[in-house]
Structure formats: C-alpha cells, structure tokens
C-alpha cells in the first residue's frame, strides 16, 4: 500500500481550485488568530480531555510542531500542483483549457503530505459549515460541493495507494 | 504519612503493563478509507485489524488503539492529529 508512485489526473480548472484552498490553508495556519479558531482546534484537538493541566501543557509542548508540519504538507502539496508550471489563479483559467488534465506523479512523502492535507482540509471546512452528521449537505451552500469533491479526491487517492 | 490518591494510582498501575493508551473517537468528517489507512499505515495493523478497529470506532463511537508507556502513547495521538483523526491519551480502565 505505500512505497509506490501514484498517478493523479486532475483538470486544470480543479488543480487551480485545489491550490486556492491550499493557500487558504497556508494563511489561516500562519493568521494571527490561530489560537482561537474552532478549526485549528479541531487539527489539535485536547490529548487529556478529563485533565485540562495534562492537556494544556500537550499542547504547549507539541503544537507549534504540528502546525509546522501541517505547513510542510501543504507546501508539498502545492509544488507538486506547479510540479509542470506554475497553477493560474482560478479566474485566469482559460475557459478552452480549463478541463485539460494535469498528470501528476507523485511519490510516497508526496502523497503522505497530500492525504493528510485533504483530510485537514475537509475538518477546515466541515468546522466552518458546521457539520455534525456524515450526510450532512446543504444545496444552497456551495462550500458543501467543495467538501465532498475533496473526499471524491480523498478516496480517489486512497484507492490508487491500494491498486 | 498518607500518599495522595493520585501516587496510589500510579503505583497500582505498575505491573500490569503500562498503564496509558491510545484513544481514537468517532468523528462525522473522516472517511472510513481513511482511518483504515491510517491504522496500516502508521501501526502497522493488518487491513482485518486496521477494518476492525475503524468499525469499532465508527459503531462504539471509539476504540483504544494501542497501550504502553504514557510517553508512547503521546507520540501516537500526535501522530494521530497529524493524520486529523481525534485522538487521546488515558490511564488503562481494565
């Protein structure tokens, strides 16, 4: 299941939409607000929940580290994105090439990195939208089309790890 | 004198075994896929094992994933944040 380069075929209108979130991402772990966000809360979530000392002084201890290494998967993420040229902003997508593939090859830290920032990505959201169900959906929320295509790209990723 | 509770507990909890283990609970975003590989890929567990314990997850609303040295089991949450799936760290209830 690991130690094998994987193929991932993405349009180029998906890879821009992709590298927009990732940015966000980027931002909001280097925003001043960090410790107070329910999201960032949710990635580092209390180790001692019926001991608040024990669980204060964990992350104390551990979460500056975890949001650094948070910060290194995405910035993998991102240049394997621009692995073949840089990724436009979404709205300097050309319209003709927008549904063009992308191929990218990635390796096993690669696609570590990329898993676990989509995972990040979808406790992001789903902390914004509020979801607390497994069927949570919303049609007239587009943000909910973008959680469920990141777990379309999850499981796509997770099945070519296990081909 | 008399001990506090607390150096009571922990001296019981000497000999059998180490006392602590790792917590993992249910949450409603990550995908069962993705807890799978994430007990094969950082425990080792065999996919049966690494299956079971994610539907135990899912079904009990948890499941202790490993036990040892509370140092260890430290190690393993962060390792488990890193991965977004809600861990946490316990002293043994058995």
Known sequence: ?163 | MTLPLEETDVLSSVGEGAGWETVVWNDPVNLMSYVVHVFREYFGYSPARAEELMLAVHHRGHAIVAEGAREQMELHVQAMHDYGLWATVRRTRS
């Open chain 1, 1 to 163: 299941m690991t130690g094998q380069t994987v193929i991932l075929e993405m349009a180029r209108r998906e890879a821009a939409h992709l590298a927009d979130l990732v940015e966000q991402f980027a931002a909001l772990l280097d925003s001043d607000s960090v410790d107070g966000d329910p999201a960032i809360a949710r990635l580092s979530p209390d180790a001692y929940p019926e001991d608040s000392a024990a669980a204060d002084e964990f992350r104390r201890l551990t979460r500056s580290d975890l949001l650094e290494r948070r910060r290194a998967d995405s910035a993998v993420v991102l240049a394997s994105l621009a692995e073949d040229g840089a990724v436009p902003r979404i709205a300097d997508v050309d319209d003709d090439v927008a549904m063009d593939s992308r191929v990218l090859t990635l390796d096993p830290a690669e696609s570590a990195a990329w898993l676990r920032t989509l995972a990040a990505l979808r406790l992001v959201l789903a902390s914004r939208l509020g979801v607390t169900a497994e069927d949570a959906h919303d049609d007239d929320d587009p943000r909910f089309g973008v959680y469920e295509w990141l777990g379309y790209r999850l499981e796509g990723l997770l099945q070519a790890l296990n081909e």
